[in-house]
């Protein structure tokens, strides 16, 4: 499976993007996703999550302000970032895995995408 990831730039605080994160390969199969982010300096970390079926989940940093989702026939899935800070920049990664659940533990994905730039001025 490769990832994509897509949608970054630059936005003023208060602002809005949408990250993109296309699959190719083996995407008959359908993956769990998720988004991760690493800030200059940072370690990396967990931003949002979608199961197979569905299910998501979001680190209590971004929740109320960004929403994932997929579209399967597309391969795709999407990061909605509303509301955005000056510490939401970062580097954002999506990646997948073939597991059933929901996953927020970088170590529980199989692939990544590279990743998308997203610079949030004050």
């Known amino acids: 499976v490769q990832l994509q990831a897509s949608g970054g730039g630059l936005v003023q605080a208060g602002g809005s993007l949408r990250l993109s994160c296309s699959a190719s390969?083996?995407?008959?199969?359908?993956?769990?996703m998720g988004w991760f982010r690493q800030a200059p300096g940072k370690e990396r970390e967990f931003v949002a999550a979608i199961s197979s079926r569905g299910t998501k989940s979001y680190a209590d940093s971004v929740r109320g302000r960004f929403t994932i989702s997929r579209v399967d026939a597309k391969n795709t899935v999407y990061l909605q970032m509303n509301s955005l800070k000056p510490e939401d920049t970062a580097v954002y990664y999506c990646?997948?895995?073939?597991?059933?659940?929901?996953?927020?533990?970088?170590?529980?994905?199989?692939?990544w995408g590279k990743g998308t730039l997203v610079t949030v001025s004050s």
């Open positions: 390969g083996r995407t008959s199969i359908t993956y769990a």
């Open positions: 990646a997948s895995t073939r597991g059933s659940g929901v996953y927020t533990r970088g170590g529980n994905y199989d692939y």
